[in-house]
């Protein structure tokens, strides 16, 4: 009697053993299956390639309830501006009700959404054209930030506070490696330095905490003052 049950217990002894030695301990990650929808995905999009490496353009599916992408493929960088990208990507399943080109960091989560649309109609492929796309960091920054919180008082106001433009094609040249006029001593961007930059140091500390306007209480979102931080530690390139 043994020697069967020795028999059935063999084969179960060497499969466990065979797991141990793989050694692989597996992250709980969706990834892109043949399962469920498609989504094709047509662009021309630029500035893919200005991200830092702690984030990603991607095509992505969401649910109603979390930023987290449930399935995501990254969008490779195009060759010129006027170069289309195809991009085709499986794996939409029924609880996906938006499909985005967006930059997500390595978490999976949603930063900044550049276009959307809902795909809570049944479909087996979803069309999604993108358009002409500028995706770098930069123009995120200042769509999602400057233009969204900062313009009121820093270029559309008769006189900039601070003599700061932050309106579109002025901001850049108005932020990287040009000299504060409120803090002495200090550039409102270095590049490579965001503990050093003002423009960081008045989103995520109190420095400006006694001025006319506590600029920490502007921008209260963590991902928002990290992708400034980012972004100047990255080389605050336009």
Same mark, same amino acid.
């Given at each position: 009697?043994?020697?069967?049950?020795?028999?059935?217990?063999?084969?179960?002894?060497?499969?466990?053993?065979?797991?141990?030695?793989?050694?692989?301990?597996?992250?709980?990650? @969706?990834?892109?299956?043949?399962?469920?929808?498609?989504?094709?995905?047509?662009?021309?999009?630029?500035?893919?390639?200005?991200?830092?490496?702690?984030?990603?353009?991607?095509?992505?599916?969401?649910?109603?309830?979390?930023?987290?992408?449930?399935?995501?493929?990254?969008?490779?960088?195009?060759?010129?501006?006027?170069?289309?990208?195809? $991009?085709?990507?499986?794996?939409?399943?029924?609880?996906?009700?938006?499909?985005?080109?967006?930059?997500?960091?390595?978490?999976?989560?949603?930063?900044?959404?550049?276009?959307?649309?809902?795909?809570?109609?049944?479909?087996?492929?979803? $069309?999604?054209?993108?358009?002409? @796309?500028?995706?770098?960091?930069?123009?995120?920054?200042?769509?999602?930030?400057?233009?969204?919180?900062?313009?009121?008082?820093?270029?559309?106001?008769?006189?900039?506070?601070?003599?700061?433009?932050?309106?579109?094609?002025?901001?850049?040249?108005?932020?990287?490696?040009?000299?504060?006029?409120? @803090?002495?001593?200090? =550039?409102?961007? =270095?590049?490579?330095?965001?503990?050093?930059?003002?423009?960081?140091?008045?989103?995520?500390?109190?420095?400006?905490?006694?001025?006319?306007?506590?600029?920490?209480?502007?921008?209260?979102?963590?991902?928002?003052?990290?992708?400034?931080?980012?972004?100047?530690?990255?080389?605050?390139?336009?």
């Amino acid at each position: 009697m043994k020697k069967y049950i020795l028999f059935f217990l063999l084969p179960v002894l060497l499969i466990g053993l065979h797991a141990c030695d793989e050694g692989r301990i597996y992250e709980n990650a @969706v990834v892109a299956t043949g399962e469920g929808r498609t989504v094709k995905m047509t662009g021309r999009i630029s500035g893919v390639d200005k991200w830092s490496g702690d984030y990603s353009v991607v095509v992505a599916g969401f649910d109603d309830e979390s930023d987290y992408a449930i399935v995501s493929k990254v969008v490779p960088a195009s060759e010129s501006d006027n170069y289309e990208i195809q $991009l085709t990507m499986s794996g939409i399943t029924d609880e996906v009700t938006t499909v985005e080109l967006c930059v997500i960091n390595k978490l999976r989560k949603r930063i900044v959404s550049l276009v959307a649309m809902e795909c809570t109609e049944i479909a087996d492929t979803i $069309l999604m054209d993108a358009g002409t @796309v500028d995706a770098s960091m930069y123009n995120a920054i200042q769509q999602k930030i400057f233009n969204a919180t900062c313009t009121a008082c820093h270029g559309l106001s008769t006189t900039p506070g601070g003599g700061l433009n932050l309106l579109e094609g002025h901001s850049h040249a108005d932020l990287v490696n040009r000299a504060s006029t409120t @803090v002495d001593g200090k =550039m409102r961007v =270095m590049p490579g330095n965001a503990s050093e930059s003002v423009l960081h140091l008045i989103l995520g500390t109190d420095i400006s905490s006694d001025w006319r306007i506590d600029h920490s209480q502007m921008i209260t979102s963590s991902d928002m003052q990290s992708l400034i931080g980012n972004w100047i530690d990255d080389g605050a390139q336009p």
